[in-house]
């Protein structure tokens, strides 16, 4: 009798979830679809006017089947409804479920697992009661249709589930190209939980179109507990089970079809966890950077890492902590000057291990053409993929700070501000919901940490060598982009874009426009070429400038100004590699930014073409400039050396950061025109640009400033190993170049070192300066560098590392005097 007054109960809930109308309405099922249909009404509506939100064919798409599904389970309902009502001992239900499963279509997908030790990782016996649903859920209507229903009327369901992946694709690109839609999507208004405040709440268009394929899930759970809470001889026992069986096999055997994101975790009380976004994070403890699996639900911010297991073991998270949202908070940039402060690994650190993994990949790529053993070429990728992990591990250094309101505060540190403003603004979007604070048991959070492995989205650390061969290894080369303008703000601002692209599996800040002040539409125009190392995705940020002192913050690497918006774009190869100009326009919350880009692989842009005017200073031998200007150094070298010096040697990253590409060629056009009116532009010029146009002279050298001739000699100089005889090697070929180029070459080598000894300010150390430099200054010109060229894609091949050692080895020798090398007699054979 108990058991049965059990199963009444699991049957009354139903009613108890399924009853969610609105007060004064009749009762009735489905209010998934009765959100569903309510954007869907007004769309419709709209889609025949001269501004449609949406076209019909993208609605049809979104919201296919829904009105039919509605229909099939309100039939249901209103079977089911009387029998439990009316219940006495005399009803059975059995043969109404055996008669659903035996109906469900072939083709059914559903994300959750079954019953069986992969689903109960998810539902332990004590989640059970609430899997029922809770009411006013989204999804809490869903039983099964009606037994008197044909098949073929079930075709409706599989067809919705066919359509659910396209479905989804569909109104992702509608939110990105269209932000009414957008708006729409976010906020859709359901009946809120029974025991919520707040009378309705909000979901997303992704959630709401998954509590279909949710509900069939709970279906098969509901079946389990009623079998559960059967005895073994009621008439209902064998019909159960028999329906039982056929809907765990048909679960388990469609599991991985649907994205593990729609999956959601429900909570003890019955409401919904959702995973909302998870990823790769370095976290600074006790000092150390550690790399961490960060999981975003719905309510609580969970921080794990995964454990060590023996080969064939199932792979499981180790929590290392959690914060419920409703107890979480950003500390404001004032509170974080009491933080630690964190240890920023020296650039050229990294540079060296850039140049250790590309080395490894030049490698790994000889093994396969010469067809080597597999386990020369595993031996290099676990070689490879250790570097990679260093890299990623300690490149990050933008700190985000969270605090947990009950006293402990955590640090992640990030290599890219988007990537900091896209986990806040999702946790602040998840915020604005009625949250209450929690503690969770040890059970509890045992579950939920064992849904992690399966609930994630990011499976591999991003790094290179996790890569298929045969993905896309990305773009390298040179990028050049016009950022053009921006509309869409509200209110006048100080406005400004900084563009990232990703490179070695984390993205990096690469160039930045000037500060448009105090306008709703500024209109940059400005042009920047942008080195690409393996990349995929181009990133936009628009900022608001802060001019508040009393908000800077000490930590160099705090990011204060207020980010706008930001958009992100996938680098084609197919579209981006034409001579002409792309342009394209991305929306970010409402703003719309204007940019043009095109691209130059390696090889092309780095050629060395000779002027054909030689009456210019771009394209004309050293020799033949200082001769016409009577000169030791070609003005140009001496003038921008000066004018870096006067205002930019502690401008961060000078030399490195790009400068506007049109203010580079302005003052590439006067120097060139020899125009009586240069100095008054250099001290009106941007310093990036002034030291972009330095580096392009040398770029654009017809012959590199250490010479075709002797490039040879260097390679095999650097690479000697007795120091004595790399000192007498290396400084004979500074004795054999010609006076022009070892006057030109010493005067930029003092000036270089005196950018170093700026370090802690401007952060260009002097391996940094070998790496902007060194293939500047030595790679050879077309015709000489057949011998010495590598793939395109291999950007740090042997010869750029062999470049950047030769200028490095002489930035760190003791002051090199021209007239001490040219007195020496001692001569050292070149054939080494």
Known sequence: MEEEEEAIGYLDKVLEDEDDSEPGTPTSPGSPFSASEKPMKPLKATATTSQPVLTLQQIETIFYKIQDIYEIHKEFYDSLCPKVQQWDSNITMGHLFQKLVRAFPGALLCSLPARGAARDEFWPPWLLPGLWGCRGTPGVAWLTPHPCLQASQLGVYKAFVDNYKIALETAEKC????????????????????????????????????????????????????????????????????????SQNFLSSINEDIDPRRTAVTTPKGETRQLIKDGFLVELSEGSRKLRHVFLFTDVLLCAKLKKTAVGKHQQYDCKWYVPLADLVFPSPEESEHCPQVHVIPDHELEDMKMKISAIKSEVQKEKANKGQSRAIERLKK?????????????????????????????????????????????????????????????????????????????????????????????????????????????????????????????????????????????????????????????????????????????????????????????????????????????????????????????????????????????????????????????????????????????????????????????????????????????????????????LYFRELPEPLLTDRLYPAFMEGIALSDPAAKENCMMHLLRSLPDPNLITFLFLLEHLKRVAEKEPINKMSLHNLATVFGPTLLRPSEGESKGHLTLASDIWSHDVMAQVQVLLYYLQHPPISFTELKRNTLYFSTDV
């Open 383 to 695: 070689k490879m993929f250790e570097n990679e992990f260093w890299l990623l591990l300690n490149s990050p250094a933008i700190p985000f700070r969270i605090h947990n309101r009950n006293g402990k505060s955590y640090l992640f540190l990030l290599s890219s501000d988007y990537e900091r403003s896209e986990w806040r603004e999702a946790i602040q979007k998840l915020q604005k919901k009625d949250l209450q604070a929690f503690v969770l048991s040890s059970v509890e959070l045992q579950v939920l940490t064992g849904s992690c492995f399966k609930l994630r989205t990011v499976h591999n650390i991003p790094v290179t060598s996790n890569k298929d061969d045969d993905e896309s290894p990305g773009l390298y080369g040179f990028l050049h982009v016009i950022v053009h303008s921006a509309k869409g703000f509200k209110q006048s601002a100080n406005l400004y874009c900084t563009l990232e692209v990703d490179s070695f599996g984390y993205f990096v800040s690469k160039a930045k426009t000037r500060v448009f002040r105090d306008t709703t539409e500024p209109q940059w125009n400005e042009e920047f070429e942008i080195e690409l190392e393996g990349s995929q995705s181009l990133r936009i940020l628009c900022y608001e400038k802060c001019y508040d002192k009393t908000k800077l913050n000490k930590d160099n690497n705090e990011i204060v100004d207020k980010i706008m918006g930001k958009g992100q774009i996938q680098l084609d190869p197919q579209a981006v590699q034409t001579k002409n100009w792309h342009m394209d326009v991305i929306e970010m919350n409402g703003i719309k930014v204007e940019f043009s880009m095109k691209f130059t692989s390696r090889d092309m842009s780095l050629k060395r073409t000779p002027s054909k005017k030689q009456t210019g200073v771009f394209g004309v031998k050293i020799s033949v400039v200082t001769k016409r200007e009577r000169s030791k150094v070609p003005y140009i070298v001496r003038q921008c050396i000066e004018e870096v010096e006067k205002r930019g040697i502690e401008e961060v990253g000078i030399y490195r950061i790009s400068g506007v590409a049109t203010d580079i060629q302005a003052l590439k056009a006067v120097f060139d025109a020899n125009n009586k009116d240069i100095l008054v532009m250099l001290s009106d010029m941007d310093i990036n640009a002034i030291a972009g146009t330095l580096k």
């Open 175 to 246: 939110s990105q190209s269209n932000y009414q839609f957008q708006k729409i999507s976010e906020e859709l208004k359901v009946k809120g939980p029974k025991d919520s405040k707040e009378s309705h709440t909000s979901v997303t268009m992704e959630a709401l179109l998954y509590k279909p394929i949710d509900r069939v899930t709970r279906s098969t759970l509901v079946l389990h507990d009623l079998l559960k809470h059967t005895p073994a001889d009621h008439p209902d026992y064998p019909l159960l089970q028999d329906a039982l069986r056929i």
